[in-house]
């Protein structure tokens, strides 16, 4: 037993309806249908956010208050989605380990490169995976990455699967 693992709590934020809630069942192997979330939910290691904290600036400090209490924050961008609800660099004000997610990626309408130029405008530093919750691309490479906590041992980790780090 390794007692330097440290534990991981990861808070997710997003846009209304961009699939953080879809997401966060597939982390944790639920076999659950979303309905939409009103308030903060606090799921085994994840915190799942209402996509009304993101879209309206009042509730920015309501994040910021959530973000305190964990280790990493989720950016989700769904890949159908024309625009981003992220301020430029957002993530920059958020002193902790930062992993955006391209969602939807099985969708009709997903445009992946699109929706990897919106996260990484708001995010400057740190990987960006490709995901979907319904086809679970992308899932594992969530699921490790969140596992390290530092920069550099994502960087090892994405080095190792053979993929480009930021
Ligand atoms: N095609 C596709 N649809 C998805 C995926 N993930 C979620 N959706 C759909 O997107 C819609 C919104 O999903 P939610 O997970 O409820 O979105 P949310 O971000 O939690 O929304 P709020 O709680 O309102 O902020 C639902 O109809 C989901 O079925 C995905 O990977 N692919
Ligand atoms: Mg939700």
Request: charged content about 25%.
């Amino acid at each position: 037993m390794r007692d330097n693992v440290k534990k991981t709590r990861a808070m997710i934020i997003g846009a209304i309806g961009s699939g953080k809630s879809t997401l966060t069942n597939a982390l944790l192997g639920k076999d659950e249908n979303s309905v939409k979330t009103q308030t903060l939910n606090y799921k085994d290691w994840i915190v799942d956010t209402p996509g009304e904290y993101m879209e309206n600036p009042m509730y920015y400090k309501s994040l910021m208050a959530t973000s305190l209490e964990v280790t990493h924050v989720l950016f989700i961008q769904d890949a159908s989605a024309l625009k981003s609800s992220f301020p430029p660099q957002f993530s920059m004000g958020i002193p902790k380990l930062p992993i955006g997610i391209v969602t939807k990626s099985d969708h009709p309408q997903a445009d992946v490169e699109r929706a990897r130029n919106f996260l990484r405008r708001a995010m400057p530093k740190g990987p960006i995976v490709t995901a979907s919750s319904f086809t679970k691309e992308g899932i594992e490479d969530i699921k490790e990455l969140a596992a390290r906590h530092s920069f550099a041992d994502m960087e090892d980790y994405l080095q190792s699967k053979g993929i480009e780090s930021w």
